[in-house]
Structures are given as C-alpha cells and as structure tokens.
C-alpha cells in the first residue's frame, strides 16, 4: 500500500515536497516512481528511483525535481524546485516489484491514491 501526501496549491517558482510512505511488500528492493496526470491528459512519467540510488527523470523536470528514498522509513520523496503552471497535476507513487528501472505506467504494480498539485501563476 502507498500513501501519498504532500501537495498543494503553490505560486509559480516555489517549491513543495512530495512523499510517499509504503507498507507491506519489498520497498527496500523495489523502484519507486513518480507520475503525474493533468486534467484531459494521460498519466505521465515524472521520476524513478532504484533500490541502489539510480534515478531517472523525463525532461520536462530535469534540473527542477529530485527523487530521492529513505529505506528505513520506507519513504520515497519528490522534492519539486521552480515549479511552473504546466507542473500542475494530481500526482501518483508507484511501485514496482521487478528491480529494473523502468519508465512506463504499466510498468508498475502498485499505485497510490494521488496527491493534487497546483501551481498558480
């Protein structure tokens, strides 16, 4: 299970922090991962962390957001810098079991409930 949190109406250049907490399964192994979907589009790459510290981004934040875990906490954190209009969206942790990156939505078997994001300009 994933709990999300940590979104929230913010000006265009500020910044948030988002986490995610998971409980049961195999966190310390697995990818965690960072989506996003604004209203009418499809859900989005954002960020993607493996067990060893690898991390990937899509371009669209690169230089702006850091994903970042803590395994003793079994938390995964999007710290989001600079943050634009087009940012805004409801964001999404994912899990996946199999510890290969991996950047696609059905990539991932477990989802949490998503945290809304909003930035202002």
């Known amino acids: 299970q994933l709990q999300a949190s940590g979104g929230g109406l913010v000006q265009a250049g500020g910044s948030l922090r988002l986490s995610c907490v998971a409980s049961g399964g195999t966190f310390s192994t697995s990818v965690m991962g960072w989506f996003r979907q604004a209203p009418g589009k499809e859900r989005e790459f954002v960020s993607a962390i493996s067990w060893v510290g690898r991390t990937a981004y899509a371009g669209s934040v690169k230089g702006r957001f850091t994903i970042s875990r803590d395994n003793a906490k079994n938390t995964v954190y999007l710290q989001m810098n600079t943050l634009k209009p087009e940012d805004t969206a409801v964001y999404y942790c994912?899990?996946?079991?199999?510890?290969?990156?991996?950047?696609?939505?059905?990539?991932?078997?477990?989802w949490g409930q998503g945290t809304k994001v909003t930035v202002s300009s």
């Open positions: 994912a899990a996946r079991s199999v510890p290969t990156m991996a950047t696609m939505p059905s990539g991932f078997d477990s």
